[in-house]
């Protein structure tokens, strides 16, 4: 797609005025405001109805920008080199200086930060004074949106203006790794562990375990789309929605493809839109074919396992 400078334009000066403005990544939609304004940061906990113990990340265009408000160690320029920017979260130590808003951190000392890769997010990015604390922009307890369609669907007229950057490539969102001491994995996502692990060349912990909670999207209900969900199934009745990665003999209006060629990227890629859909089709139930726990199949078992815990 390419870059509209009106709408960058428009969107900036909705962003300038300290309002929340949706913005295209290629992980998934965001919800923006200014980071370094307590009002801005203050009306995203509102809009998305999410509670304010949960931090916001931070998005930055430089890493000269970055330095300005964050601490940054060898573990982090390593994967900044090499991964920035992309589908990478970085949980980092607070400067004493930084402006960063009080509401985006909730009064912590550390801070999550991406370089997103999006064009037209990059774009916005360079032209306003400051980083743009973005969650993604679903309701809180909703799957993240990964087209201006699927934001609309969340927040309707509430929202001031919605820039549109076409369907989130990856579709998931961004994997989050702490490095404020040794690295620990907070969120699987976007950015495949292995990748990591052979940047820094060592195994490193996952700690997304929902009895150890550091980050609140770590809570089980937090990607529900609001249906049960059972996975590793082989066969479905025909009244729930069958969510699958290969493509079957028969054809089924109950049948929906994440993929056809088991691609897990193109699977991932397609995980929100398809649970969106389901639910707008009235399914009270999904059951899924078992998914391979290799490179983004981890993370959408991961989203699965959470939305089917309840
Ligand atoms: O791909 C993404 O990361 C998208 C796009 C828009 O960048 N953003 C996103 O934000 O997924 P959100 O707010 O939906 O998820 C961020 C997660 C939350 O679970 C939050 O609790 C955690 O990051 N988080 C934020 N700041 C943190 C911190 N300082 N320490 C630990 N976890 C933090
Ligand atoms: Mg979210």
Do not use: W
Request: charged share 30%; proline share 6%; net charge positive.
């Amino acid at each position: 797609m390419k870059i509209n400078h009106s709408n960058i334009k428009k969107a900036k000066k909705f962003l300038d005025n300290e309002e929340c403005v949706a913005v295209p990544t290629e992980t998934v939609y965001g919800l923006a405001a200014n980071a370094y304004s307590d009002i801005a940061t203050k009306k995203i906990f509102q809009l998305k109805k999410r509670p304010r113990n949960n931090p916001l990340i931070v998005h930055y265009s430089n890493l000269n920008d970055l330095k300005k408000d964050c601490l940054i160690n060898k573990e982090f320029l390593k994967l900044y080199k090499k991964f920035c920017p992309g589908p990478l979260t970085f949980i980092l130590p607070l400067k004493k200086k930084s402006k960063i808003s009080k509401n985006v951190t909730n009064n912590k000392k550390n801070l999550a930060v991406r370089f997103p890769k999006h064009k037209i997010m990059r774009a916005l990015l360079k032209k306003v004074n400051y980083p743009l604390a973005a969650p993604s922009a679903n309701l809180s307890t909703r799957v993240s949106a990964v087209n201006p369609n699927d934001v609309k669907d969340d927040f309707g007229e509430k929202i001031k203006y919605i820039l549109n950057g076409g369907p989130s490539s990856i579709g998931v969102e961004s994997t989050i790794i702490d490095i404020v001491k040794n690295p620990k994995i907070l969120r699987l996502g976007g950015l495949k562990i292995s990748e990591i692990q052979k940047t820094l060349k060592k195994r490193i912990r996952i700690e997304n375990n929902p009895k150890k909670i550091s980050a609140p999207g770590q809570y089980k209900l937090h990607y529900s789309p609001g249906i049960p969900i059972k996975l590793d199934v082989k066969k479905a009745n025909n009244n729930q929605a069958f969510l699958l990665i290969k493509k079957q003999k028969d054809d089924q209006p109950n049948y929906y493809y994440l993929t056809k060629t088991r691609n897990l990227n193109e699977a991932a890629r397609n995980l929100y839109s398809t649970l969106r859909q389901i639910k707008k089709d009235k399914f009270k139930y999904i059951v899924v074919q078992k998914i391979p726990s290799i490179g983004l199949g981890k993370t959408i078992n991961d989203r699965l396992l959470r939305a089917s815990k309840f």
